[in-house]
């Protein structure tokens, strides 16, 4: 097959991970014998830094023109502490989402057998887990109205949902539930808000068409809790974009380190494949950071292209070297922490 990707590294150690990302789909694709061609581009700080925008024109047309796109990471400290500054890394990656029609963002958790005591939850609440939160991304309080009134001392921002966002999302949900363990959860807060409330009738009024899913709902302060207490009780997660957000981080401390948890962003056109953590800028350029997260993305990006060996070979190889200790110092534990680039090298050469 051939392929081209459109190579988004970003900021932080995004360039780092997205290098060992790189060599692990070149030694498969060798193996397998495909053909893929990376077209880099500019994103986030690394942008505004050459360009004064953070999802440039020319980054769109070569991701829109891709097979899929590869991201890194996001974000940079100068902009955080600086709250009035005019453009921001994180608006790229929202202008990326909603320009490319990412509107459901699949975040899978699931737990390592080697890695199964490095989380700092008990063995028997978290071993076998395997969850889906399907967060959607392009709509809720991250896009809707927002501003300051005049007095200057009054901020607002709205969470918006229109039925027909919550419906495409929700209808991933039943179909992905229906492959998986056939069991839906919506995830809300309909006691309080009306944006919730029209995310039950939503999802309630689909139930008919899938007679097979288990629909569940549940309050999104619950599933906080929950989440970690017992996440063998979930299995499709549906549920709102900033909901989504501080889920999904809660759910990658149950396999053991927020650097090993990969991500999709689908929509109707081109799919986008990036981990879940940030830019992590205390650790750029120092070649420690845990590419995994990273590689298991591109795994991702091999199965959606209906490689399942090529992504089952990722996954394996992955596994092989946690089982060895080729591990980053976040998973070393007083054991040999390798490099960013060791644990690429390893990978790509034990495919
Ligand atoms: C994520 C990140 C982003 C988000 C930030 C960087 C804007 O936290 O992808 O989860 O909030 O969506
Ligand atoms: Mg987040």
Redesign the pocket.
Do not use: F
């Given at each position: 097959m051939k392929l081209n990707i459109a190579l988004l590294a970003g900021d932080g150690i995004g360039p780092e991970v997205i290098d060992q990302a790189v060599k692990v789909s070149d030694a498969v694709a060798q193996k397998f014998g495909h053909d893929i061609t990376w077209k880099p581009a500019l994103t986030g700080a690394a942008a505004i830094d050459a360009v004064g925008e953070p999802y440039p024109d020319e980054t769109h047309e070569v991701c829109a023109n891709a097979d899929a796109v590869l991201f890194g990471?996001?974000?940079d400290p100068r902009f955080d502490n600086d709250p009035s500054a005019k453009v921001r890394?994180?608006q790229g990656?929202?202008k990326m989402?909603k320009k490319l029609g990412l509107f459901a963002?699949v975040?899978p958790t699931f737990t390592f057998p080697s890695l199964i005591d490095k989380s700092p939850l008990k063995r028997d609440r978290i071993e076998g887990t395997d969850l889906i939160i399907l967060?959607e991304?392009t709509g809720g309080v991250?896009f809707g109205e927002r501003g300051r009134l005049n007095d200057g001392d009054t901020a607002f921002d709205t969470m918006t949902y229109h039925r027909f966002e919550i419906e495409r999302l929700a209808k991933k949900g039943f179909e992905m539930a229906l492959k998986r363990g056939k069991r839906l959860c919506c995830v809300d807060k309909a006691n309080v808000l009306e944006a919730s409330r029209l995310w039950r009738e939503t999802v309630q009024a689909m139930e008919k068409d899938y007679p097979e899913v288990e629909v569940t709902y549940e309050f999104v302060d619950a599933v906080a809790m929950r989440l970690i207490q017992w996440p063998k009780g979930y299995d499709v997660i549906i549920t709102a974009?900033?909901f989504?957000?501080i889920l999904?981080?809660e759910a990658s401390v149950i396999s053991g380190s927020m650097g090993l948890m990969p991500?999709s962003s689908v929509g109707s056109e081109v799919s986008l494949y990036?981990p879940?953590h940030?830019?992590y800028p205390q650790a750029a350029g120092k070649d420690i950071a845990n590419p995994l997260a990273t590689v298991l993305s591109a795994a991702m990006l091999f199965e959606d292209k209906g490689l399942s060996e090529e992504a089952q070979a990722i996954r394996n190889v992955v596994n092989k070297s946690l089982a060895e200790g080729i591990v980053t110092e976040d998973l070393a534990e007083g054991g040999k922490a390798y490099k960013t680039s060791e644990v690429g090298d390893w990978l790509a050469k034990n495919i």
């Open positions: 990471a996001i974000g890394p994180e990656l929202l989402r963002n975040r967060r991304l991250y974009n900033l989504g957000d999904t981080d991500s990036e879940i940030g830019s």
